[in-house]
């Protein structure tokens, strides 16, 4: 498909359904994590990242733009300046220099990532249901107002 048919039938509207996910969702990218993959990991609740990650939205490089949220989410997570710098240039960034933005939460060896993401998972479901699902709903609500 080109990208005016997949732009005129809206086809990443579905991922958006996503972030409506009552369970908190971690991502834990191990490699290269970009355009819809970063973006897919921009969905999450937050990401996790070994020491060799890079991250990227180069759809710039194809005559394209980051097509499923990927312009407002990274704005949100790293700020307009460093959003624009990456999305204009096509450039990739380090695990250490997505997390020093605040893209990423934290930085593990890439053996240790999973065993990490599953260990903050059971932290997290060792809370209660209620309060973790009435503190995410909360947070996403506040990142939407700001």
């Known amino acids: 498909q080109t990208f ?7 086809m990443f509207a579905q991922w958006a359904d996503f972030t409506k996910l009552s369970k908190p969702v971690i991502a834990a990218v191990d490699g290269y994590c970009l355009g819809g993959g970063c973006e897919l990991a921009m ?3 937050f990401i996790l990242a070994s ?9 710039i490089n194809l005559g394209v733009i980051p097509g499923a ?15 624009m710098k990456m999305i204009l240039t096509g ?3 380090s695990a250490q220099q997505a997390c020093d933005a605040g893209l990423v939460a934290d930085i593990y060896e890439s ?7 599953c260990k903050i ?6 809370k209660g ?3 973790v699902r009435m503190a995410k709903e909360a947070v996403n609500a506040a990142e939407e107002l700001s």
């Open 121 to 126: 998972a059971r932290v997290i479901a060792s």
């Open 91 to 93: 450039e990739l960034i």
């Open 129 to 131: 249901g209620i309060s």
């Open 4 to 10: 005016d048919q997949v732009y005129k039938k809206n």
């Open 111 to 117: 053996d240790q990532l999973v065993e990490e993401a």
């Open 43 to 45: 969905m999450c609740d």
């Open 51 to 59: 020491d060799r990650a890079k991250f990227g939205q180069p759809e």
């Open 69 to 83: 949220g990927g312009t407002q989410r990274l704005l949100r997570s790293i700020g307009k300046s460093k959003a």
